[in-house]
């Protein structure tokens, strides 16, 4: 698989990889083996970043969408992100609510269609 690709799969921003790693093909063996046992580099980068936007999002409870409101388009590192949680910016915390309230509307849905589906088996 191209690199993009695997550096996706492993949750890293593909940037900070080794040379080696950027310019090669992963294997899906060798993607199992960087997932079990992860080399120096690839810790390191899970632990500190600079992280990917998806994980970055997730770190602050927000979306993607709600990072690029937020102005925040480029990688961050645990660092970066920690300073994000303790300033609390204005558009942090509207973006966590609006993600909190996207979460509750995804429950309801859910719970909903399963009230209807427990209905209709109820009734054929």
């Known amino acids: 698989m191209k690199p993009a690709t695997a550096a996706k799969k ?14 090669g093909v992963v294997t ?18 899970r ?15 927000v979306s993607i969408a709600g990072l690029a409101r937020g102005g925040v388009t480029e990688a961050l590192t645990t660092e970066q992100i920690e300073a994000l949680k303790q300033e609390r ?6 973006e966590r609510a609006t993600q909190a309230e996207v979460r509750k509307e995804t429950t309801r849905i859910k719970q909903l269609k399963k009230e209807r589906e427990q209905r209709a088996a109820e009734r054929g």
């Open 10 to 23: 492993l949750g890293v921003y593909l940037p900070a990889t080794p040379a080696s790693f950027q310019e």
């Open 89 to 94: 910016p204005e558009w942090l915390e509207k």
């Open 47 to 61: 632990r500190n970043g600079p992280h990917p936007r998806p994980v970055v999002a997730a770190k602050l409870g």
């Open 28 to 45: 899906r063996a060798e993607l199992n083996e960087l997932q079990a046992n992860p080399p120096e580099w690839l810790s390191e980068l």
